[in-house]
């Protein structure tokens, strides 16, 4: 089982940009990862996929604006979020399918592992 361990979360105005990592505990070469977020009362939603071949998948409210990368070699995951805007503002998730479902995207039930969360909070 893989550890997930996020950082980088923080207060920022509306226009802003924040990074998000998210540390393994274990090699993530050959999975799929991810990001998902929950706001209050909301439910959880994928944010953003990569797929051990670097391909990547956005949901349609952050494409354009957020981009998911990873270092293999430190087994570190990204999440690079510009133009923030206050519907941003929610825990963040770093996720794992570490059964590997055979296909990949940010949907929430694909992912089988995911770290405690870092929040961001955007003010307008």
């Known amino acids: 089982q893989v550890q997930l361990v996020e950082s980088g979360g923080g207060s920022v105005q509306a226009g802003g940009s924040l990074r998000l990592s998210c540390a393994a505990s274990a090699s993530f070469t050959g999975y799929c990862m991810g990001w998902l977020r929950q706001a209050p009362g909301k439910e959880r939603e994928g944010v953003a996929s990569?797929?051990?071949?670097?391909?990547?998948t956005y949901a349609k409210s952050v494409k354009g604006r957020f981009t998911i990368s990873k270092d293999d070699a430190k087994d570190i995951l990204y999440l690079q979020m510009n133009n923030l805007k206050p519907e941003d503002t929610a825990m963040y998730y770093c996720?794992?399918?570490?059964?590997?479902?055979?296909?990949?995207?940010?949907?929430?039930?694909?992912?089988?592992?995911w770290g405690q969360g870092t929040q961001v909070t955007v003010s307008s």
């Open positions: 990569i797929d051990s071949d670097g391909t990547t």
């Open positions: 996720a794992a399918d570490l059964k590997y479902a055979g296909f990949c995207d940010e949907r929430p039930e694909i992912f089988t592992d």
